[in-house]
C-alpha cells in the first residue's frame, strides 16, 4: 500500500510525457419544436478563474450574409463571447464550423497540438454553450483534472437544448 | 410649435421631480448590448415615463442625444424619429469596442413671482437676465445637468467612450457596462465633476415594473473612492440612478445646482 501510494505522484509527472488525448462528445437533442434551428454551439476549457485555457470547437452559420455569415448572433452565446469568444477573429482554423445537426457529435484533440495546446497541469473545466435561434440556451460544466492518471470517461446531463456531455480523457 | 414649447415645460417639471418625487424616469434602452457581425446596428428607444420601461409619458427630445464612438468621437443618432411616447432612433457601430449613447440635459430653472402669480422659466445663462421681467420677486435660479445614458459595445469593451468629461455626475466601469451577469456583483465608480462622489446613494431597479406590485430598488452607496457595486438579483434591463446637489453653480444668479445620473444597463442570466 505504502508503494503504491508513493509511485501515484510519480505516475502523474510521467503521465504529460504520453501524449495525452481528450475526446468530447457533445450530444445535440433532437427536438419537436414549431421551428427548428441548429444550435450555435461552443466548446472551451476554462481555468479556476474562468479564463480560457482553449478554445476548441466554435459552431456556427457559415453561409456568406451580409451581416457577416452568421457572426452577428455569437453574443447569443452569452458566456462563450464574454470568456474570450469576442476576442477572436473568426474563422479560426480548426475550431470554428458549421452548425452540426442532432446527434452525437465527437470531437477529439491531442496534447500539444491546437486547439489544445500544452495544457499545463491542474484543475479545469469543459464548458459547453449551446444556443438556438427562436429556441433556448443552455450551459453544461464538467470539471475535471488534467492530465488524467488513468484512463477517465466523465459525463455531464444537460437538459433542453444540450443532451450527454461527455469527456474522455487519456493519459 | 405650441405643443413642442408644451412638451419643454413639461419634461423640466420632470427633470425638477426626482428631487421630489422620484416620479418620471429619462432612459434610452438599446434592442442589444453586445454586437457582433460584419455590419451591426442597434435601434434604441429613448422616452421619459413612469414605469421602466413603457413609453407612457413623454419622448426624449433627438437634438440632445449624443452617440460617442469608441474612439472618442461623436456620432449623431441615426434614423430617427419623435413619436407622442417616445422617440427611436439607431446606432451604426461601426467600430470595435463601446459606444456610450447619452441624452444630456441641462439649463437653468428660475422661479419667481410676478404680480402677486407664480411663474417657471426654463433656458440658458445667455437669456436669463432678458427673459425674468424686471418687477419679479423671489426669483430663485437653479442650475441642472442631468446625464442619462446607456452603453453598447462591439466585440471586446473598451475605448475613449467610456472616458468621463469631468462634468456633472458620471459613471465609470470598474466591471464593464456590457459585462454583467445576474448572481454576479458589479462594481463602478461615480464621479462628480471628474472626481470621486463620496457617499451617494445609487439606486438600481429593473425594468417591467408594470409586471411586479413592487419597484423592488436595489440601494448602494459610494465609498471614499467613489466605488459602489450592485448585485443583480435576476436578468433584465436595469435603471440605475443617482443624484445630488450642490452650490457650484456656473453662473452667480443661481444658488443650487442639481445634478443627476441615469444609465440603463443590461444584465444577462448565467
Known amino acids: 500500500m505504502r508503494r503504491l501510494l508513493f509511485s501515484m505522484p510519480a505516475l502523474l509527472l510521467a503521465a504529460p510525457a504520453v501524449a495525452a488525448d481528450l475526446h468530447v462528445t457533445v450530444q445535440i437533442p433532437q427536438l419537436d419544436v414549431a421551428e427548428y434551428h441548429r444550435p450555435y454551439t461552443a466548446v472551451w476549457i476554462e481555468r479556476g478563474d474562468h479564463s480560457v485555457a482553449a478554445q476548441l470547437a466554435i459552431w456556427y452559420a457559415q453561409k456568406e450574409s451580409k451581416e457577416g455569415a452568421g457572426t452577428k448572433w455569437l453574443p447569443e452565446l452569452r458566456q462563450w463571447w464574454r470568456r474570450g469568444g469576442r476576442e477572436l477573429q473568426l474563422p479560426v482554423d480548426g475550431v470554428s464550423g458549421a452548425t452540426r445537426p442532432a446527434g452525437e457529435q465527437k470531437l477529439n484533440f491531442h496534447d500539444g497540438k491546437a486547439p489544445l495546446g500544452d495544457l499545463p497541469a491542474g484543475k479545469y473545466e469543459l464548458v459547453v454553450e449551446a444556443a438556438r435561434e427562436v429556441g433556448g440556451r443552455e450551459v453544461v460544466r464538467l470539471p475535471f483534472v488534467w492530465p488524467a492518471s488513468a484512463p477517465q470517461v466523465l459525463a455531464a446531463q444537460g437538459s433542453s437544448e444540450l443532451g450527454a456531455v461527455k469527456l474522455d480523457l487519456a493519459p | ?270
Open chain 2, 1 to 270: 410649435m405650441k405643443k413642442q414649447s408644451l412638451k419643454w415645460s413639461v419634461l423640466t417639471l420632470a427633470l425638477t421631480l426626482p428631487f421630489a418625487a422620484q416620479a418620471h424616469k429619462m432612459w434610452l434602452v438599446p434592442s442589444a448590448t453586445n454586437v457582433s457581425g460584419a455590419d451591426p446596428w442597434v435601434t434604441v428607444d429613448a422616452a421619459v415615463s413612469n414605469d421602466l420601461f413603457y413609453p407612457d409619458h413623454m419622448p426624449v427630445a433627438l437634438d440632445r442625444v449624443i452617440v460617442t464612438t469608441p474612439d472618442g468621437q461623436t456620432a449623431k443618432p441615426e434614423n430617427g424619429i419623435t413619436g407622442q411616447y417616445r422617440s427611436v432612433f439607431d446606432v451604426h457601430l461601426i467600430e470595435k469596442g463601446t459606444y456610450r449613447i447619452a441624452a444630456i440635459n441641462g439649463g437653468l430653472f428660475a422661479t419667481y413671482e410676478l404680480n402677486g402669480e407664480k411663474k417657471r422659466w426654463r433656458g440658458d445663462a445667455a437669456n436669463l437676465a432678458r427673459e425674468i421681467p424686471a418687477g419679479a420677486k423671489n426669483v430663485d435660479v437653479a442650475e441642472s445637468i442631468n446625464r442619462v445614458e446607456t452603453f453598447v459595445s462591439n466585440g471586446k469593451p473598451g475605448g475613449l467612450a467610456l472616458k468621463p468629461e469631468g462634468k456633472g455626475l458620471e459613471l465609470v466601469p470598474v466591471t464593464q457596462f456590457t459585462d454583467l451577469m445576474a448572481d454576479e456583483p458589479a462594481t463602478f465608480q461615480l464621479l462628480l465633476d471628474g472626481k470621486p462622489a463620496v457617499g451617494l446613494k445609487v439606486t438600481a431597479i429593473a425594468g417591467e415594473t408594470r409586471y411586479r406590485n413592487t419597484q423592488e430598488e436595489i440601494d448602494s452607496t459610494t465609498d471614499k473612492d467613489g466605488n459602489f457595486s450592485l448585485k443583480w438579483p435576476h436578468a433584465g434591463m436595469y435603471w440605475v440612478n443617482a443624484s445630488t446637489q450642490d452650490d457650484k453653480t456656473s453662473i452667480k444668479q443661481a444658488k443650487q445646482r442639481r445634478l443627476s445620473y441615469s444609465a440603463t444597463l443590461e444584465v444577462l442570466p448565467q
